[in-house]
């Protein structure tokens, strides 16, 4: 059984080297295949000095090359951080600095979008791009490799190092409350107890077919791939332009598991399915969000037969709660119980233990609890705390993941989501930083003021409303605002409406009154 993330690959290469792992477009390599290129990979990383406990940044869509290194970097004994492909270069900036990383794998053409920022990421030693072709009118003060030159500098001699399951193997990067991305610390533990837990209630085996449409820095879609993986079964990996793009897959995939958030449900619900999928399409997983219950009335309308797992989660903690699809029809709008092997509590302010339909906090206790957030206590301090229901005679402190999410549970102990404590905006299963966006608008030199909200939709969770005042009385800005924010935020950041204020709402301490706005009639 595995204890390490990358005996996930070697394990399930053992018992099902010929069977196929990974599916891209029209590509496919079995297990032997990915095993093999992963060993190379990660003897050619030591070769070109990555360390114990070093940072590999892994800047990619999902494609091989993308997985191998993953494992490679893990099994050299290296931390990987999956770095989100829609981010945009200052974004990218932040996390390599922010964690130090010595390696950055990338495409070419990536790296040519990325050059200019590279310059003050004093950490990075090595550039690794995935084609054989070295990019041109690129001239960078680290090394560069191409894929095959880098693959050639593997010696079979090479030793690994010595690697146990409470080292860190990666850092994920979230967005919190205030200021830039947190990168979430990973164990080994972590990972394998995240990914035994989830196979077990989905009943995985080796016949499955997992379809990957979600990032794989998101903790959500990484799973993805380790249980699949971890069950010798197949991963297909999907970044998709259009919904009929996902139905079109599942179809010819002949996929069994398809995990997503509000949105892809949304567009994806109402299309016609053929009538073959009904045949090998046997679940669907939501998580990143609360699915409205008319898009969970025409799922099952269309696919009565395939079961839907409603979850909850937060990277901090990978995953806290599923809801069993016969439970559905009477508990639409609940998050359902611990997975296996978490303890989920709910929580008074003053950390005594909530009664039944009291509201109070949700606290994540166990295994799946991650290390911190990556170089930042104070940050780590607010979230990470000593687990309520501790037995006092025990001398170290046992540390649960407090989520400031606000739930309850009923009187047979199933768990309903009722909000957060914290500003964070969440939309399209992206956890948002309000402070993020706003300091962007300052950067633009167009206001003087800005406040981020983000306002309850039906689908997408959460929809992003940006208030700001200008810098002069007759200030009408919003289109030269939005234009700023499509340059240089993600997609899933771009306010989706731009208002313009004489002035903001002040409360008592002279701080802006965000209450006051969401309030506001000004949604209407």
């Not at 146990?164 to 080994?188: E, F, R």
């Amino acid at each position: 059984m595995p204890i390490l993330f990358h005996h996930i690959l070697s394990c399930s290469a053992q018992n099902h080297a010929k069977s196929v792992a990974l599916i891209h477009k029209k590509n496919t390599w079995s297990y032997q295949e990915l095993n093999e290129l992963t060993d190379r990979q990660a003897l050619a990383l030591q070769e070109i000095g990555l360390k114990p406990q070093a940072r590999v940044g892994i800047f990619l869509p999902k494609q091989l090359e993308t997985v191998s290194s993953f494992f490679s970097t893990a099994k050299a004994g290296g931390i990987f951080v999956p770095i989100n492909p829609v981010l945009k270069p200052s974004q990218v900036e932040h996390i390599l600095n922010d964690c130090s990383v010595q390696i950055l794998i990338t495409s070419a053409s990536r790296l040519k979008v990325l050059s200019e920022k590279l310059s003050r990421c004093s950490s990075l030693t090595a550039i690794i791009i995935v084609e054989n072709k070295m990019p041109e009118t690129i001239s960078l003060s680290q090394s560069i490799l191409t894929w095959n030159n880098f693959l050639s500098l593997a010696k079979d001699n090479s030793s690994y190092p010595q690697i146990i399951d409470t080292d860190i193997v990666a850092i994920l990067y979230t967005s919190g409350s205030t200021g830039k991305p947190k990168g979430v610390i990973l164990s080994h533990r972590n990972i394998i107890a995240g990914t035994k837990s989830v196979s077990k209630y989905l009943n995985l085996t080796c016949y499955d077919r997992l379809l990957a449409v979600l990032p794989l820095s998101f903790d959500y879609g990484l799973n993805q791939l380790t249980t699949a993986l971890y069950s010798g079964a197949c991963c297909v990996m999907l970044d998709y332009l259009l919904p009929r793009d996902v139905i079109k897959t599942i179809e010819q995939n002949k996929i069994t598991g398809v995990a997503g958030v509000p949105p892809l449900f949304a567009q994806i619900s109402s299309l016609s399915w053929p009538e073959s999928i009904k045949s090998h399409l046997r679940y669907f997983t939501n998580s990143g969000g609360k699915l409205a219950v008319s898009i969970i009335n025409t799922l099952q309308k269309q696919l009565p037969n395939v079961q839907l797992f409603l979850m909850y989660g937060l990277t901090e903690a990978f995953r806290s709660t599923y809801l069993l699809p016969e439970q559905l029809k009477n508990r639409p709008d609940s998050i359902g119980k611990a997975i296996p092997n978490a303890k989920i509590l709910v929580v008074r302010k003053d950390g005594s233990l909530c009664n039944a339909n009291e509201p109070g906090e949700l606290v994540h206790c166990g295994s799946l609890v991650s290390l911190g957030y990556w170089n930042n206590p104070e940050e780590t301090a607010k979230r990470y705390k000593p687990v309520p229901t501790q037995i006092h005679e025990l001398p170290i402190t046992e540390t649960a993941v407090w989520s400031g999410d606000q739930v309850s549970f009923d009187d047979e102990g199933y768990l309903y989501f009722i909000g957060r404590d914290d500003e964070m905006i969440k939309t399209s299963g992206y956890r948002v930083s309000p402070t993020e966006i706003e300091d962007e608008l300052y950067a633009s030199g167009l206001v003087k003021e800005a406040v981020a909200l983000g306002i309850k939709h039906e689908t997408l969770g959460q929809t992003i409303h940006v208030f700001v005042t200008g810098k002069n009385s007759n200030c009408n800005c919003q289109l030269d605002l939005l234009s700023y924010c499509k340059e240089k935020l993600p997609n899933y950041m771009v306010p989706e409406n731009i208002t313009v204020l004489d002035a903001f709402p002040k409360n008592a301490n002279g701080k802006i009154d965000r209450v006051a706005l969401t309030s506001s009639s000004i949604y209407e």
